[in-house]
């Protein structure tokens, strides 16, 4: 089992930065790729961004040179550092796990809210 608590959501303005931090815990050492995905009311959640534990990034179009996910493998925390962020990255930001078990786990998700 791993277990995922994600911090650092928030409002902010339009142009501003946010970075969120994810810490796992229990069995890390099975970890292989993590990431973040984002949710709107009514839509499905998508992805923002992954990394392997070897740093092979993976970002959506929609976030390219404006998000940098990065990970601390002796820390086992994954951050999500978001530049000149938009009204439309408004959403629930949950981090991601994937372990060499192919199991999926998800934090309870964190909250960022851009106004205009």
């Known amino acids: 089992q791993v277990q995922l608590v994600e911090s650092g959501g928030g409002l902010v303005q339009a142009g501003d930065s946010l970075k969120l931090s994810c810490a796992a815990s229990?069995?890390?050492?099975?970890?292989?790729?993590m990431g973040w995905f984002r949710q709107t009311p009514g839509n499905e959640r998508e992805l923002v961004a992954t990394i392997t534990s070897g740093g092979s990034t993976n970002y959506a179009d929609s976030v390219k040179g404006r998000f940098t996910v990065s990970r601390d493998n002796v820390k086992n925390t994954v951050f999500l550092q978001m530049s000149s962020l938009k009204p439309e990255d408004t959403a629930v930001y949950f981090c991601?796990?994937?372990?060499?078990?192919?199991?999926?786990?998800w934090g309870q998700g964190t909250q960022v809210t851009v106004s205009s």
């Open positions: 229990g069995s890390t050492f099975s970890i292989n790729v």
């Open positions: 991601y796990a994937f372990t060499r078990a192919y199991r999926t786990y």
